[in-house]
């Protein structure tokens, strides 16, 4: 199939392979962090991690929408789809992120009115056909997904819809990456930049990753050969010993981003003080809400939110993981109290969770290419 | 499909430390054969000792956790195999439906008979390639022709709502008539209700089925032996992906129709082409992923397939990329998973091929001796991972 076949090509795969293996000091260990979810899922998908080779480690990053969402948040938005004539919309992979008391497929299968979206439109869609009822959209994602809202409340706007809002909770990737890199507990020696998301927010946002704390980011893109090209990139950075934000995705990702999105994104909403990410707590300046001029469209001013906070369970290690400080399988309760149809932690709920990932595709013992194994041998 | 019971699921917290601690300990406890982990653990390396002690959750006996169903009880994954060994296995428990299989085996008097049944709420009733006709007579001859039996007499029990049009029903009732002369079954008994308006989704269709066994091979997932070859029918994921595409949700315009088709001709082709046919299964819900996980589960052996051997529609396949869902875990509704002797593998694919429905078999993978339980997949890539269970329906990602 044309578009894709072109980047999963296993020989290609291999003389890269070959090419990282070369750049491998003896006896240095390499942590490399894909900040973005959906770059863990084509990892483990595809099997990547048999083309390198044992000293390199790859670290799985926060940047996985449904994962950073905290308990309450979930609390919230059922508390709000339980509402009266209320229609509660969301993605997919909302539906089974847990709260404290069941996520949204236990309340819808309670009789609350919670449905499917594959974008924010469908919900106007849903609004313009049910006057007589609220429909909120639960928004969630990083920049990649909030042009789509804003430019949803736009819409709204301009064609008077007034029975739908939003309930907010877009985050911001930079603020996550510097609390990451101010993390005591973690080394690590350079970035698999976000793809979709740099097409919003294009790539100059990482330059300070490079200049202040002097670890190379490359901007990748997600097929299998694009994070291979983007391993090497990395790697042949550290072995010239330089740190510059480099671009591998230049065939979506504009170097200064999407004008018209960020212009979106910045009518419509503002930047909270400070928000609740899963696992890595009380964030400042990491994520959205409704700007004030949008204020009819804004569920939480509309409805009575609770804003419940509660305790991540104790068992729970997502924290960890999203900071790439456990590796999925190092968290106590994997793969036996929590799985993929029992998640505790919300890692294990999206595909693009580090330990659904790893519990779906990766729980297998690596059988390394030969250009990879050699080089863990030497 | 083996009950998760037969393994013992009563491995405690504190005998799995001592477990990981002592993995010959840990295999004695399960009652695993020794090949089961596929190489021997080592007190050495915690990741394999993880492993282990998953593999050991995973064989637990099976408890419904959610307080109400879920869709994801009807997704055919894993949500739906433990409702199933919970909940029904649980009650009706004997002999005959132990095995789970698409069909019941039994003697009676002289003849083997193979009984099943199957109910049919696709929406919408109708779709490029068929309607909930095809399906409810095609679902049930292939769940009888996989058991290796010969599909005689069908019943068909409807369930209307009130406002369906007639006109729809007439020509749902037509395409059963058609596709059971194809397959040369009758439709012999059958039941009529109606409920109130909202109360269902305009028809909802159950058949049964009755068929007669005559080749004497012994037929099951858990026949499946290291070395034996996995043969599917035909391109996979063509019926769900038409469905989800003919729903209009997704604003994605491909041209895929369903493969609805019943397999009893092609079922029978093979069975007298080929002895040593060691299991047969019709991929529908869950898809083929799902017969490699029962395969593996059921005959406690390894499964690896290699992607670029799984043949796949390029339309269905660019349809399941857009969309972030694998076309291993899509409904087919008239493709065939055969296990087969290995040194009767190629002619069972020529036997397979000679049927206009088999046109396009192919070999896509092995059963291994391990390790135990787990399908794995040697991606076009290059890389090998694992194909699981699916969780819930298939969600599309949302970036």
């Known amino acids: 199939m044309r578009f894709v076949d072109e980047f999963r090509d296993a020989e290609k795969a291999h003389a890269l392979a070959a090419r ?69 919309t969301s993605f997919g992979d909302m539906m089974r992120v847990p709260g404290s008391k069941g996520a949204f497929f236990d309340a819808k299968a309670a009789g609350t009115d919670i449905r499917m ?169 990491s994520a959205l809400r409704v700007r004030e001029n949008y204020a009819a469209f804004d569920a939480e001013l509309l409805f009575n939110v609770p804003g419940v906070q509660v305790a991540d369970p104790k068992a729970c290690q997502c924290g960890e993981v999203l900071k790439g400080v456990l590796k999925p399988w190092e968290c106590k309760v994997f793969g036996t109290a929590c799985t993929p149809e029992t998640p505790i932690g919300t890692c294990m709920v999206s595909p693009e969770g580090a330990c659904a990932a790893y519990y779906n595709y990766g729980r297998l013992r690596r059988q390394r290419v030969p250009e990879a194994a050699e080089a863990s041998r030497s | 499909m083996t009950p998760g019971a037969a393994h013992g699921g009563t491995t405690q917290d504190s005998s799995e430390r001592g477990a990981a601690a002592n993995p010959a300990a840990a295999v004695k406890e399960n009652e695993l054969p020794a090949h089961a982990h596929g190489h021997a653990p080592t007190v050495s390396d915690p990741e394999q000792r993880v492993l282990d002690r998953i593999d050991r959750a995973r064989r637990r006996r099976p408890r419904v956790r959610e307080e109400r169903i879920t869709m994801s009880h009807g997704s055919g994954g894993k949500a739906s195999q433990t409702l199933i060994e919970a909940v029904f296995l649980e009650a009706f428990r004997n002999p005959l439906l132990e095995p789970l299989d698409d069909a019941a085996r039994m003697d009676v008097g002289a003849s083997r008979l193979a009984f099943t049944t199957d109910s049919f709420v696709v929406s919408p009733l109708f779709f490029p390639g068929g309607n909930i006709g095809d399906l409810a007579v095609n679902g049930t001859v292939n769940d009888l022709s996989v058991a290796g039996a010969t599909p005689l007499y069908l019943s068909a029990g409807f369930i209307l709502e009130e406002g369906l049009p007639v006109a729809d029903l007439t020509k749902i009732v037509s395409t059963m008539r058609a596709a059971a002369e194809q397959a040369a079954v009758h439709v012999i008994t059958g039941d009529t209700k109606v409920v109130e308006r909202g109360k269902a989704d305009g028809c909802y ?53 369903s493969d609805t088709a019943a397999l009893n001709g092609l079922v029978a082709g093979l069975l007298s082409a080929v002895h040593g046919v060691h299991a047969m299964r019709d991929a529908t819900r869950g898809g083929v992923a799902t017969i490699l996980n029962e395969i593996a589960r059921a005959a406690d052996v390894g499964v690896v397939v290699a992607e670029k051997d799984i043949p796949v529609r390029a339309e269905v ?83």
């Open chain 1, 117 to 285: 979206v594959y974008s924010p439109l469908d919900s106007l869609k849903i609004a313009r056909r049910n006057p007589d009822k609220r429909v909120v959209f639960m928004a969630i994602g990083f920049e990649t997904t909030a042009p789509s809202t804003a430019m949803t409340i736009l819409r709204a706007a301009a064609e008077g819809i007034d029975n739908f809002s939003v309930f907010c909770n877009h985050v911001t990737i930079i603020p996550a990456i510097k609390a990451i890199l101010d993390s005591p507990d973690l080394r690590l020696d350079g970035f698999i930049g976000p793809g979709h998301v740099s097409t919003v927010i294009g790539c100059r946002p990482y330059e300070f990753i490079a200049r202040d704390y002097g670890k190379p980011v490359v901007v990748a893109g997600f097929e299998p050969l694009d994070i291979l090209q983007s391993i090497y990139m990395l790697m042949l950075q550290l072995a010239q010993r330089r740190s510059v934000v480099e671009n591998q995705y230049a065939r979506v990702v504009p170097w200064d981003g999407n004008v018209v999105a960020l212009k979106a994104i910045g009518e419509t909403m503002a930047l909270r003080p400070y928000f609740e990410w899963r696992g890595l707590g009380f964030i400042s300046h």
């Open chain 2, 205 to 257: 269709i159950n058949t049964a089925g009755v068929g007669v066994i005559e080749h004497d091979t012994t037929l099951g997932v858990a026949q499946a032996r290291p070395g034996d070859a996995i043969i599917v029918s035909g391109p996979i994921g063509d019926h769900g992906v038409t469905i989800m595409l003919a729903r209009g949700e997704l604003d994605i315009e491909a041209d895929v129709t």
């Open chain 2, 317 to 399: 396949r660019g349809a399941a990329e857009l969309l972030g869902i694998d076309p291993m875990y899509v409904a087919c509704e008239g493709r065939l998973v055969a296990v087969v002797d290995n040194a009767a593998a190629d002619a069972a694919l020529t036997a397979i091929r000679a049927h206009p429905l088999g046109a396009q078999a192919g070999i896509i993978g092995y059963v291994t001796d391990g390790p135990a339980g787990i399908v794995q997949l040697k991606t076009a890539f290059g890389g090998t991972r694992i194909v699981d269970l699916l969780v819930g329906d298939p969600l599309p990602r949302i970036c």
């Open chain 1, 20 to 88: 990282i293996a070369a750049l491998c000091e003896p006896g240095r260990q390499y942590k490399l962090m894909e900040v973005c979810g959906g770059h863990t899922h084509t990892i483990y998908k595809h099997g990547l991690e048999d083309y390198l080779p044992e000293s390199i480690t790859l670290v799985h990053g926060p940047g996985c929408p449904v994962c950073v969402i905290p308990m309450g948040r979930v609390d919230d938005a059922i508390h709000l789809a339980s509402q009266p004539d209320v229609i509660m």
